[in-house]
């Protein structure tokens, strides 16, 4: 019994320690990276993308680019640095229509998703009155995107 005690005790001291340890090293990863911003949003024609790595920009620099290097020229993005912080720097952003960073477009993770589908922010591309693209330009995209989706 004493023996148990006493390992107990020492878990419980060595876990106490390593919590101590760990809690500034938490608060130093926790300071929130500059937006990376490419393109020149101050321009009439900026077309705004908003994401929280460079996937969406890898797309635009190689297949976009290639396929549409007029369009290529006006896009603008913004990059926030990851998805823990995408959510508090685009809010502010989509409550304020007059900011040059503000989105046409912005790449959405699931967790997410649904905040934004179901807000006022965004507008489903049908509704515009526009078809912007076919069907096989989608299927091109979905597998630029995730090319497993295709695998099957």
Do not use: H
């Not at 912007?132 to 695998?151: F, G, K, N, V």
């Amino acid at each position: 019994m004493k023996k148990k005690m006493v390992s107990v005790l020492l878990t419980a001291s060595m876990l106490a320690g390593m919590t101590l340890c760990a809690v500034p090293v938490m608060a130093e990863d926790a300071e929130t990276p500059e937006n990376e911003v490419t393109g020149d949003a101050s321009a009439d024609d900026s077309f705004v993308v908003w994401g929280w790595n460079d996937d969406i920009k890898k797309i635009l620099d190689g297949p976009f680019k290639e396929a549409y290097p007029d369009d290529y020229e006006r896009i603008v993005f913004v990059n926030t640095g990851g998805s823990d912080y995408y959510q508090s720097k685009l809010d502010p952003v989509l409550d304020d229509p007059s900011n040059e960073l503000y989105p046409d477009m912005m790449g959405l993770e699931v967790d997410y998703v649904q905040k934004y589908v179901n807000s006022d922010w965004v507008q489903n591309v049908a509704d515009l009155g526009t078809q912007l693209m076919t069907m096989q330009t989608a299927i091109s995209t979905i597998w630029i995107l995730d090319p497993m989706l295709m695998e099957t």
